[in-house]
C-alpha cells in the first residue's frame, strides 16, 4: 500500500492511501489537471468514475468543489475509497459514494455534473465502451462543464468528441469543452 500527497486547498499536505497495484498520477501531472480545471472546480458537482482510491475526488473536494460522486466496483477499493473520503470529510459532507459498475451507472443517472473524470483500467477497452455511445456520457455534463477521460496512449479513442489531448506518463487526458 502507497501513499499519495493532496497537492492543493483544504486538504493539502494530507495523505490518503493508494493500493499497490495502482497507477496514480504524479504530483505534477495531477497539478496540470487541476490547473486546466482551476475556472471550474470551485462549487462544482463533480463525478468520478473508476473511482479507485478517490485521488481525484478528494483532490477536487480539497480544491473547494461542491459536491463528489465517486463510482467504483471493487469491493476493496471501495474499502479504500471510504476510509480515505472519512480521512479528510468525517462527516461525509459532499461526499457519495456509489458501488456499480461504470458502464450501468452512466446508462441510468439522471444527475448533470460540472466536471466528469473518467480514468478506467488501461488496456481493458472500457474508455473506448464508454464511447461507444458518446451521447449517454455527454448527457450528465453540464452545458458549461468538462469531461476528462484518461486512456493507455494504446487506446487512442475511436471517436473525436475531444478537443484537446495531454500526454501524461503511460496515458493520454482527452478532454471535451461543452458548448452551451
Given at each position: 500500500m502507497g501513499q499519495i500527497r493532496i497537492i492543493a486547498g483544504e486538504f493539502k499536505g494530507r495523505y490518503i492511501k493508494v493500493p499497490g497495484c495502482a497507477r496514480p498520477l504524479e504530483a505534477k501531472d495531477?497539478?496540470?489537471i487541476f490547473d486546466l480545471l482551476a475556472g471550474y472546480i470551485r462549487d462544482a458537482d463533480v463525478l468520478d468514475l473508476f473511482?479507485?482510491?478517490?485521488?481525484?475526488?478528494?483532490?477536487a473536494l480539497s480544491r473547494g468543489a461542491k459536491n463528489v460522486t465517486f463510482v467504483e466496483t471493487n469491493r476493496n477499493a471501495?474499502?479504500?475509497?471510504?476510509?480515505?473520503c472519512l480521512s479528510v470529510k468525517p462527516d461525509l459532507c459532499g461526499v457519495n459514494i456509489v458501488k456499480e459498475d461504470a458502464l450501468r451507472f452512466i446508462q441510468r443517472d439522471k444527475n448533470k455534473y460540472d466536471i466528469i473524470f473518467v480514468d478506467p483500467p488501461f488496456l481493458k477497452g472500457l474508455g473506448t465502451r464508454i464511447l461507444q455511445d458518446p451521447s449517454k456520457i455527454l448527457s450528465l455534463l453540464h452545458s458549461h462543464g468538462i469531461l476528462l477521460l484518461r486512456l493507455h496512449k494504446k487506446e487512442a479513442p475511436a471517436e473525436s468528441i475531444f478537443s484537446r489531448e495531454i500526454k501524461l506518463g503511460d496515458g493520454i487526458l482527452y478532454i471535451h469543452y461543452a458548448q452551451p
Open positions: 495531477r497539478k496540470r473511482a479507485g482510491s478517490g485521488s481525484f475526488g478528494i483532490e471501495l474499502v479504500l475509497l471510504k476510509k480515505n
